[in-house]
């Protein structure tokens, strides 16, 4: 069975995802990231990206993601024509590193930003990387240039954070300082660790 070794990491937009996944990197995790495979397929279905939202939004046979995500975060029915392309082709990429790492028999991590939206992931545990929206908002004007209007319709095409935290096994709050953040990941990595052991 898939997935049994999983945890994803999951979050908002901008609430130090990245962050956490290179702190477990480092501890020794195998971080699946489906960012990265997302890319891969989106890429690889160029033509048909093309096909469905205009050739406008093809540099070079590559996807131009800001092009393309000026049409999907505004408009839900145009999200779901791109999810109902990419989903499945990225689940089938991931279930196989899964399959992979499962065999190893030691918990990983699969980063997974949009988990809870899609409901497609049969993996039990997860956990949140949490930060509040004011947080979020000023983190993405500075990292990727938006202004207010345009951050707050990234965040606000996602599940709201506080519900995502209800959902999850663990939760890291990335609220404070750089020493707070790596405090928190220690306690959960120890969760971790303490549950899969006793387990096995």
């Keep these: 069975m898939s997935f049994k070794y999983a945890i994803v990491l999951t979050g908002g ?11 477990f990197k480092n501890r020794g995790f195998i971080i699946i990231d489906a960012d990265t495979i997302a890319h891969e397929v989106l890429d690889e279905q160029y033509i048909e990206v093309a096909r469905l ?9 590559k996807v131009n993601r800001r092009a393309l995500g000026s049409i999907v975060f505004e408009n839900q029915q145009e999200r779901q024509k791109l999810e109902s392309l990419l ?9 196989g590193l899964s399959k992979e790492e499962d065999e ?20 039990k545990k ?7 929206k004011e947080r979020q908002i000023k983190r993405l004007m500075k990292r990727d240039g938006y202004n207010k209007d ?15 935290v209800k959902k999850a096994s663990y939760v890291i709050r990335n609220i404070k300082d750089k020493n707070y953040l790596e405090d928190e990941c220690q306690r959960v990595e120890a969760l971790i660790l303490g549950e899969f052991n006793d387990s096995n």
């Design 126 to 132: 997860s956990l949140v990387v949490y930060a509040d």
């Design 104 to 123: 190893k028999r030691k918990p990983y991590l699969i980063d997974i930003p949009l988990f809870f939206e899609s409901n497609r992931y049969p993996i």
């Design 13 to 23: 937009i901008a609430t130090g995802k990245s962050t956490v996944a290179g702190y």
């Design 53 to 61: 939202f205009g050739e406008s939004v093809i540099t070079d046979k």
């Design 150 to 164: 345009e951050a707050l319709l990234r965040i606000e095409s996602q599940l709201d954070i506080e519900e995502k």
């Design 87 to 95: 989903h499945p082709l990225i689940f089938k990429k991931i279930e």
